[in-house]
């Protein structure tokens, strides 16, 4: 990712950079979700064929290595072959999603299914659907199999506190590189240090004149917020220990066109959690205020048409314009937004590679507790549906174009129809052209991404090929992964398709022979659709990140002394069972320390909890972990010190692992 001061050789995603949202999608993207025109027969692809179709892939090779019957074994080959790619376009509208008990997102996504031509179940199914599409969470619906596009505990896992905790441990480990979150504290826990925090800064700075805001936990649509501008006017009132808040930094200079504050809402698509896979959504939705904005003072701080952006506030104000056009109005697309940006000459391109670095580190923070949850609904070995979910990103640009994470949703608005009021307190919906452009083009790429008859094709694939167009050469890409860059020949001049292999793949002189077999290409409705919206950034920037990567080895150790399946806390047995596997008990800590340690943080942790299960929580354990590092080692950075003491633990359990792999064999 582009970072500020980077030499031009040193940036990572420079191609990132060169295609903010609003230019075309690249054509080797567009083609690795288009529709493979032909299969290449190597020697994967015929181990891999099942029965028959195995039996006449030797049929034909034994004809083509005889050379006798040649053209009779073409033809038979082309028949095969032209039967297995009619039968896979059948097979491809056969792709069946129940719709149940998708909600809100039925509308948008029964666009999406008509547009894929796939099997909708609305009433649900007895037999198994390939995809369930869930409108609040993955426990919707019983699910043992398919895919559900939700993951179990997202919900939890992304309210504002546990939010704000993820990032407050990133922060620690991570200063530099987290702070696109802007500081909070969780009351009431802590609002002694948020009162003294502040206090600090203001007398070592006295110009210092900050704005506050309050969000209870578990809110959305901008409920129960207020702005403060002292610390002393936390509403401390009954209300507060029932609702737990996050007080947090008002960014008191946005970046403001027509005057008026905006947030991005942009779609990003965790399709896998192992291997993290990441897609962003390149269109978005800026949802604007209604009223001008001006910097907080005690008298404007009531104004929430001025100061919060929420669509389902704003929507009562006097001024909301709704309008179908994307670049007007007070909902507009993020490339119309990038546009104007980039009119007034900011970096745009700088911007887009920012707000890939914000999400894929947001998730990184993420990506612990979900696994807990994960491991906890579908524990390892045990048949289960895999998941994949939506979440909307709501980003703040400040002044000068930094981008800024307010939140992240679950459940993201997938509605396609706008409210309004005909009369006081009476509202009537029409249609919304802006929402359902952007939301049905998520819902569409994002069900083309997790197709599971593609994900078989890719399986049973060695090499696919595609035809462009008539005026433009073939493009080729191949199942080692190789971008056209890698690829052993260039893309030929010449418009007629032709063959090009990576250098893993058979000759080219086979692959000419194969490519005369080819039969004509099904007409697929994907071949209809536009170029997919949704762009991948992890695994593709994965190097960048990976020192992140940290809170997920030491959230593994966390899994694997759970013990018992299906929970999601550390008992005192399995603190125990870790300190002693990994030999941390020393002359300077006794296992009676390890069992103070475990008590005291546990005890804390479920004080603070709002579900009061017993145990030791991740984000509990994350902080006993960081303190017995901090205890064991002396360098500067609390970084290393994690860092040193994870590798510890991975060496010792990896050797322990080995010794008892010898005595099991003694
Ligand atoms: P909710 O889930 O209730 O919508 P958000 O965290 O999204 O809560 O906050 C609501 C709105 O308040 C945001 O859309 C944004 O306009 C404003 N807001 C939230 N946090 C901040 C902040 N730290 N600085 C400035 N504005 C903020």
């Not at 619906?141 to 179990?152: A, D, L, M, R």
């Not at 910097?295 to 001024?319: A, D």
């Not at 205890?631 to 970084?639: C, D, I, R, S």
Request: aromatic share 8%.
């Amino acid at each position: 990712i582009e970072r500020a001061g980077m030499e031009p050789a040193e940036m990572g995603p420079v191609r990132e950079a060169e295609e903010p949202p609003g230019s075309p999608a690249l054509p080797a993207e567009a083609a690795q979700d288009g529709p493979a025109v032909a299969v290449l027969p190597g020697k994967e692809a015929l181990l891999a064929a099942p029965g028959r179709e195995r039996e006449q892939e030797r049929g034909r090779r034994g004809a083509d290595a005889q050379g006798s019957a040649r053209r009779s074994a073409r033809g038979r080959a082309r028949r095969a072959s032209s039967r297995r790619s009619g039968g896979e376009s059948a097979r491809r509208s056969g792709v069946t999603v129940d719709s149940s008990k998708a909600k809100t997102s039925l509308d948008a996504l029964k666009i999406s299914l008509r547009q894929l031509r796939w099997k909708e179940f609305p009433l649900g199914r007895r037999l198994p659907c390939d995809i369930y599409w869930h409108g609040v969470s993955f426990h919707d619906n019983n699910i043992f199999s398919g895919q559900v596009n939700k993951f179990p505990g997202m919900t939890e896992t992304v309210r504002k506190i546990t939010l704000s905790r993820a990032m407050k441990t990133m922060k620690d480990l991570f200063p530099e590189e987290f702070d696109f979150y802007p500081r909070s504290w969780i009351l009431p826990e802590e609002l002694s240090l948020f009162v003294e925090e502040v206090r600090t800064k203001k007398d070592s700075d006295p110009s210092w004149k900050p704005t506050f805001i309050v969000k209870p936990d578990g809110g959305c649509q901008g409920d129960g917020i207020y702005l403060i501008k002292d610390p002393g006017d936390t509403r401390l009132t009954g209300s507060i220990q029932s609702r737990p808040a996050v007080v947090q930094e008002y960014l008191r200079q946005p970046l403001l066109v027509d005057e008026l504050k905006f947030d991005i809402r942009l779609y990003v698509l965790l399709k896998s959690l192992e291997p993290l896979e990441i897609y962003i959504a390149k269109e978005g939705l800026c949802r604007f205020c209604t009223e001008p904005y001006q910097e907080p003072t005690v008298k404007n701080l009531h104004q929430v048409f001025m100061h919060l952006t929420n669509y389902s506030l704003n929507i009562h104000s006097g001024n909301f314009i709704h309008s179908d056009s994307v670049n007007t109005g007070s909902k507009r697309t993020f490339s119309s937004i990038l546009c104007r940006l980039s009119s007034l000459g900011a970096d745009v391109r700088k911007l887009w590679s920012d707000i890939i670095s914000l999400v894929i580190k947001t998730i990184i923070a993420l990506m612990p507790e979900l696994k807990v949850y994960y491991q906890s609904d579908i524990p390892a070995g045990k048949p289960g549906p895999t998941c994949f979910q939506i979440l909307g990103f709501d980003i703040l640009l400040t002044k000068d174009f930094t981008p800024k994470l307010l939140e992240v949703n679950a459940n993201p608005s997938m509605r396609i129809e706008h409210e309004y009021e005909v009369s006081p307190g009476v509202f009537q919906t029409v249609p919304s052209p802006v929402d359902e452009e952007v939301k049905v083009a998520v819902i569409r790429d994002t069900l083309r991404l997790v197709d599971p008859q593609k994900k078989k094709r890719k399986d049973t694939q060695l090499c696919k090929l595609q035809c462009v167009s008539p005026t433009q050469a073939a493009v080729a890409w191949c199942s080692h992964g190789r971008g056209l860059d890698e690829m052993s020949s260039k893309v030929p001049p010449e418009p007629t398709p032709s063959v090009i292999l990576c250098c893993r793949c058979q000759s080219s002189e086979q692959a000419r022979e194969a490519s005369e077999e080819l039969p004509a290409a099904p007409k697929s409705p994907e071949a209809a659709l536009p170029s997919p919206c949704l762009k991948q950034v992890f695994p593709k920037y994965a190097t960048q990140f990976s020192h992140l990567l940290l809170v997920d080895r030491v959230a593994a150790l966390f899994i694997r002394f759970l013990g018992v399946r299906g929970t999601t806390k550390l008992g005192p047995t399995g603190f125990r069972t870790f300190i002693r596997n990994c030999r941390l008990s020393n002359s300077n800590f006794s296992m009676a320390a390890a069992d103070i340690l475990y008590i005291d943080i546990t005890r804390r942790w479920n004080n603070m909890a709002i579900e009061k299960e017993s145990g030791m929580c991740l984000q509990a354990f994350m902080e006993a972990f960081i303190s017995l590092a901090q205890k064991k080692y002396k360098f500067p950075k609390l970084q290393d010190k994690v860092s040193r003491l994870t590798e510890l633990c991975e060496s010792r359990l990896a050797a322990l692992h080995r010794q008892r792999l010898v005595w099991g064999c003694g």
